[in-house]
Nanobody, 115 residues
Framework: VQLVESGGGLVQPGGSLRLSCTAS????????MSWYRQAPGKEREWVAS????????HVADSVKGRFTISRVNANNTVYLQMNSLKPEDTAVYYC?????????WGQGTQVTVSS
């Protein structure tokens, strides 16, 4: 089982990034996929989730209107499009997969928003 995040990096305030999380070793299309983040010295917090084949999504109030979660089941990949980034979005972003009898996490990708 693997969840591999990519797409993080350094971006200026107001910029955009798209994170990807590619899964293997389990039935991706049956999984609820989520993004979480953890800033230095803070607890990990939920950012967004997407269920099943993609029509149902939820995002945290702190990122609503700026972040969009989506998935392509054919590619076993979930995305997080992040626009209008702010310094407070700086964190390690983690991908999570939850399904019947399993709960997997990726290793994380660093996002730094700074001028």
């Amino acid at each position: 089982v693997q969840l591999v995040e990519s797409g993080g990096g350094l971006v200026q305030p107001g910029g955009s990034l798209r994170l990807s999380c590619t899964a293997s070793g389990f039935t991706f299309s049956s999984s609820a996929m989520s993004w979480y983040r953890q800033a230095p010295g803070k607890e990990r917090e939920w950012v967004a989730s997407i269920y099943g084949y993609g029509p149902i999504t939820h995002v945290a109030d702190s990122v609503k209107g700026r972040f969009t979660i989506s998935r392509v089941n054919a590619n076993n990949t979930v995305y997080l499009q992040m626009n209008s980034l702010k310094p407070e979005d700086t964190a390690v972003y983690y991908c999570r997969a939850v399904g019947p009898g399993y709960d997997y996490w990726g290793q994380g990708t660093q996002v730094t928003v700074s001028s």
